[in-house]
């Protein structure tokens, strides 16, 4: 016997007909023999409606009530799910957090979830029982209600998935699984059967959307085995495993390219310890996510020039903080606000000689200009002008066998 | 220090800016020195767009999960209030059912609050904070969340005020009181200022929707003092009292009257022990709703007449199981669908001669003809044809002093 954790997002119970849809698929794997938790993420649209009404009575609203506002989502969906079960005759039984407990740390609307009284659901699932738990949500040790951040359901069924000893954890979502570039602008994409948790962490953070990167961490961290896949398709999703259990017939296993970037680069900046802290602590306390950083070593041992990428809509304030930065001195600042960042990622790119090569000519070959490059053990990034994205995207998806 | 039961409708907190105005309402009333204790309900609309998802899913949807769902309304309203309240500087804090803990027992969706844990909240209030408390609602021993009946939001807030032992209980509405008639109806209608709790339970059952009778009961039975006002307006609104602290100058109160009566007679019936019973058991088990009954004296000692009213959409069933029902014997059934009930309502009637006659007379001076009597210490009722009913009501609330 199986015990599987699964978990809707908000889209797949997004409405009525929806929560029967989703019934049906928890029925069946109950009655192939599975022991089932099922973790549910609020009704679509549900989070923002809350969040707007706390807006319009504050922009600042209270953190303590805001988990209790926000918290009421999940809850709503368990109860729907799990009346949606009894009525196709699946024995189900929602759970609160506070019900559970659901043990919490942290601060109110970014906590984590740390324990969980799991001796009455296990008693219930050996009695043939699904039990159904809120997403996203907990109780601290005060006995407050906590949420553990927007998206956080993905984080909840991991956490959920290792303090049951879950054989799996299968995160169903209105996709059809992780694809080895974006298959609305590249038809070519590919659905990825496997992935690493490496690969899965790096396509997540270059924007594939499809789970929550924190959420990837812990079930690589506690060798989770994950699973993401449709709740609207019969088809298989793609299954993300360690890195040792994947066989690796192809070197690369996905193209991402991020949008809205833009590069800023510090020209003769001093090359001394320290400068680097001078330059992007100010960026950091001012909410500015910097992404790629690259800097050369200095030709004349005194200055050097620091390139890095931001999102295009923090350049006027990136710009300014670096003018009024009385701490770093340098000629000048100049940027690029049309760029985008191309990667290619693979865990088994480490063990493929000339993968690097063959990117830099592949690109080369269509005319298009390296502007920075950036490269980890599983991911080579670099920086395009943005117009040529797509085709950068294209042939790159093309000369490393992912069409 | 007075400590003060708020209770708040659904129309009071249907949206971000009424619940910013109830948060002013409780400002001043705990900076002027009380201890406050807020029960809330659902936003306006919430609860019957809950129903309403969990019909789409099953018409006799899981009555544990139906409360599960229900309650997370008043928890949403409790965040939203606190939030308000803390935005404009007033120390606040919400409270849900298995914080405090709420304990009910009974059935789910018609529970009965039975005790509650007040030290915590107590400390809270000592403390110059706000509790805010979600109506509607508690837990059972068990631990499963439950609610207690539709419009219960003014229940728990009797309920709650007995066990803190509140000075006063005021219910914050839509309307700025307990009208002598419905003012909709008839423009001469007053506010009552102060009025019995029997009076009250007389008006409520009779169709004045301005709060629950049962809430009124354990009022009653408490003595709780109750006042029902505006939330919109700054006029005093309707204090409700044991009898003995009013000052009867008027013998009537109010006039009310019901809408869509039917009147139905069994000519003829066998005048012997048990034929009462024996007509009206069916009748209640297929939970048709028999409001006046009236019995004569028989003139031949072995049959005589029973006329009684039901709902009008109830006299096809009604006469359905009258047909069917082989216990008793009549001559035949007749009924007339177009009745109205008119009642005076005033715990002053009987200590006041001739209320009686000048009702009857009041009536057949308009021409009025009047199908059946029926009276109580405190009401007297009338049937009379439906066409009749707003010249009826107005009569009446000339002659008794109320316009």
Redesign the interface.
């Known amino acids: 016997m199986v015990k599987k954790v699964l978990k809707f997002g908000g889209t797949s119970v997004g409405t009525?007909?929806r929560?029967?849809h989703v019934a049906k698929i928890i029925k069946k794997e109950r009655f192939a023999g599975n022991k089932i938790v099922v973790v549910v993420s609020a009704m679509a649209g549900k989070t923002n409606e809350?969040i707007n009404?706390?807006k319009?009575?504050?922009e600042?609203?209270?953190k303590?009530?805001?988990d209790?506002?926000l918290?009421?989502g999940e809850?709503?969906t368990?109860?729907?799910l799990?009346?949606?079960l009894?009525?196709i005759d699946v024995k189900a039984?929602?759970w609160?957090n506070?019900?559970i407990p659901i043990l919490t740390e942290g601060e109110h609307t970014n906590s984590r979830i740390i324990n969980m009284n799991i001796e009455k659901i296990n008693e219930y699932l050996d009695d043939d029982g699904v039990a159904i738990l809120p997403g996203f949500q907990g109780i601290s040790k005060k006995?407050d209600?906590t949420t553990i951040g927007r998206g956080g359901s993905d984080a909840s069924a991991v956490a959920i998935a290792k303090i049951f000893n879950a054989d799996s954890c299968e995160i169903y979502t209105d996709v059809d699984g992780v694809f080895s570039t974006d298959p609305n602008k590249i038809p070519v994409a590919k659905k990825i059967e496997k992935i690493s948790y490496d690969e899965m962490l790096e396509l997540s953070s270059l924007g594939a959307k499809v789970m929550q990167s924190s959420a990837v961490q812990t079930a690589m961290m506690y060798a989770i085995p994950l699973e993401v896949k449709s709740t609207f398709t019969e088809r298989k999703g793609t299954k993300i495993f360690s890195q040792e259990n994947i066989d690796y017939s192809k070197s690369v296993t996905g193209v991402a390219y991020s949008k809205d970037d833009a590069k800023l680069t510090i020209i003769s900046v001093e090359d001394k310890p320290g400068v680097a802290a001078n330059i992007f602590e100010p960026l950091s306390k001012a909410q500015i996510n910097v992404d790629m950083v690259i800097q050369n070593i200095s030709s004349d041992q005194k200055t050097t020039d620091i390139t890095f990428t931001v999102k295009r809509d923090d350049v006027a304030k990136t710009t300014q903080i670096l003018k009024n930065n009385s701490k770093i001195k340098y000629k000048e600042i100049i940027h690029n606000n049309k760029v985008a960042k191309i990667s290619i990622v693979g865990a088994g790119m480490v063990s493929t000689p000339g993968i690097t090569y063959r990117m830099f000519r592949a690109l080369s070959d269509e005319d298009i200009n390296i502007l920075a490059i950036s490269t980890s053990e599983i991911k080579l990034s670099v920086i395009i002008e943005e117009e040529n994205t797509l085709k950068a995207v294209k042939k790159l998806h093309t000369i490393f066998d992912l069409d």
Do not use: D, H, P, Y
């Open positions: 009525s007909e929560i029967q809350l009404l706390s319009q009575i504050s600042e609203f209270n303590r009530e805001m209790v506002l918290s009421s809850q709503v368990s109860a729907l799990s009346g949606a009894t009525e039984k929602s609160q506070w019900q006995g209600i």
